[in-house]
């Protein structure tokens, strides 16, 4: 998911959106991935880090497309 949301966040700053938009996104991602890699590190069995992590990477790229799909359609 990493990858693709990267190049999400690449496509909401070249259609010219704010950069604290960007630097928003951007920080939501990282702390995403540090919330699920320390849900897997430290419980071996169903903790709230995993998931809640995955929750975040997951709306992360739901608001990074549409602010993109906003931007081309309008």
Known sequence: ???FSLILISGVESLKYPIYLVHIL??????????HIHG??????????????TIL??????????????????
């Open 40 to 53: 897997v590190a430290t419980n071996k069995t169903a903790g709230a880090g995993r998931p809640l992590g």
């Open 57 to 74: 990477t997951l709306l992360m790229m739901v608001l990074s497309s549409a602010f993109i799909l906003f931007k081309i359609l309008t």
């Open 26 to 35: 951007g920080g939501v991602l990282v702390f995403a991935r540090l919330i």
């Open 1 to 3: 998911y990493v990858p």
